[in-house]
């Protein structure tokens, strides 16, 4: 059975997706949270996500400004598992929504699914993929598949007003654990005075996230941390047959750090996606691997944060001026985090570089400019660009084929770029074997220093990110 056959089944047979109820707890350890889903009567999902205690934590929050912070955190959890079996009609039954508000989710929701519609064969429109009818209603008792009930912890009147804490001239940073959020936490400590840092932030810690805190002079203790599960029903229907496939990641990270600037009293939350985020994956589509870290996502964003949750929360991509080849450039300049960093999400569970995949490929190409050779194949174990099971992928991130690959890439020209600057510098006379046949581009003397002109930043972020790029140059 095709995959569209399988949609267009599923649609007949499970006609609505229910999101039935949200609730959260402040309990000894910290803030627990539980949605809850309905698909038909038999299936039931209730993914859970909890935010340890910390002493620069306020957990005492008004219920109205919990209530609209974890009800949108639903909102985008819930993509991931209407996406199993696409039911024609999303019912929202713990909260109201406008007609601008729907038009955001129906947006998120389709750009955000546009590798998942791609790579599974599906033939759908913004129209015709889902209709989303909000009830409008009190929040129903909620189901679930405990007996205990989740009580809300905060009856205090509700303020629009954002708490302010001591950190209110500081920054909550998420950190991923590769080259990006690396660069973001090292300038930004840089730029603050007083002995103050950028406070971390970290959902589901692994290995390159704690090393990479760790090697930046931090402790769990100085993190932020959310911890986010997949309820196990949803692996069941995949294993069963139902579709999968890519969701926003990043557009689901946007509306948890609104949590967890709430909850610390930091108000600005630099991200680390850089302008290469807006080419599309699929040339000449809308499809786009990293829709939900490009700039068209960053302002919609910021502009329903602001009309429908608080104007108090300041979201934006601290890295969107620079290009991939101008964060390479800066990260390696910081040693003591190349042992311990890690882009490559075959190899995320073991913490390493699996040295097969293309977003492998990719941070060895990135970086090759401005690392020797033989420091890189300390890094990835290898020299990735002398290995011949490559070429597809080096293929496709230099153009030379339909689509770049579906990971978090820079553009094709910084690739080729990045390439042609390798060559030059270490690679004059016998190359690897992925650039035996290569023809390097020309590359403007610019292409290191210029800044990108569409960006959220402040006049004075600009100009440190400025200053960076000037010493790294010279």
Request: aromatic share 12%; net charge negative; charged share 15%.
């Amino acid at each position: 059975m095709s995959n569209q056959t399988k949609y267009d089944a599923f649609r007949q047979t499970y006609p609505e997706f229910v999101y039935e109820c949200y609730q959260y707890d402040v309990q000894s350890d910290g803030l627990h949270i539980v949605f809850t889903f309905r698909i038909g009567d038999s299936i039931l999902f209730t993914p859970t996500a909890f935010v340890p205690k910390r002493p620069f934590l306020n957990f005492d929050q008004p219920k109205e400004t919990m209530d609209t912070l974890v009800f949108n955190m639903g909102m985008i959890e819930l993509i991931s598992y209407w996406k199993c079996l696409c039911p024609p009609k999303v019912v929202v039954k713990c909260g109201s929504l406008s007609d601008s508000q729907i038009d955001f989710w129906k947006k998120i929701y389709f750009n955000g699914l546009g590798e998942f519609f791609y790579i599974n064969g599906i033939h759908a429109t913004i129209e015709d993929f889902l209709e989303i009818d909000c009830l409008n209603v009190l929040m129903p008792e909620c189901l679930s598949e405990n007996t205990q009930t989740i009580k809300h912890s905060s009856n205090q009147a509700f303020t629009k007003a954002f708490k302010h804490s001591s950190n209110q001239a500081n920054y909550l940073v998420p950190i991923g654990g590769g080259k990006d959020s690396v660069v973001t936490l090292e300038l930004l400590s840089d730029y603050l005075a007083g002995g103050k840092r950028p406070v971390p932030l970290i959902m589901n810690p692994r290995g390159a996230t704690i090393g990479c805190i760790e090697a930046a002079g931090y402790s769990m203790e100085d993190v932020l941390v959310i911890h986010r599960s997949i309820h196990p029903r949803l692996l069941e229907l995949n294993s069963q047959g139902c579709l999968n496939g890519h969701t926003p990641f990043s557009a689901m990270l946007a509306f948890y750090t609104l949590l967890a600037s709430q909850l610390s009293g930091i108000p600005n939350i630099a991200l680390s996606n850089e302008s290469s985020a807006n080419e599309a994956t699929v040339a000449e589509s809308g499809v786009n691997h990293q829709y939900s870290k490009s700039l068209e996502f960053e302002n919609d964003f910021r502009s329903y944060v602001a009309e429908h949750v608080s104007p108090q929360y300041n979201y934006f991509s601290f890295l969107r001026p620079l290009s991939e080849l101008q964060i390479a450039m800066l990260f390696s300049r910081y040693g003591k985090y190349h042992p311990v960093f890690r882009s490559c999400n075959a190899g995320s569970k073991e913490d390493i570089w699996c040295g097969r995949c293309a977003k492998c490929l990719f941070a060895y190409i990135i970086l090759s400019p401005f690392i020797p050779p033989q420091q890189l194949d300390t890094i990835f174990g290898k020299n990735m660009l002398d290995d011949p099971a490559m070429l597809q992928f080096f293929n496709e991130l230099t153009g030379h084929a339909e689509t770049k690959p579906f990971e978090c890439v820079g553009t094709i020209d910084e690739v080729n770029t990045a390439l042609s600057m390798a060559v030059e510098r270490w690679y004059p006379n016998h190359r690897p074997v992925l650039l035996e046949g290569y023809t390097p581009v020309a590359t403007q003397s610019t292409v290191l220093t210029t800044l990108q002109p569409r960006h959220n930043l402040s006049p004075a972020l600009v100009n440190l990110i400025q200053q960076h790029v000037q010493a790294a140059t010279t």
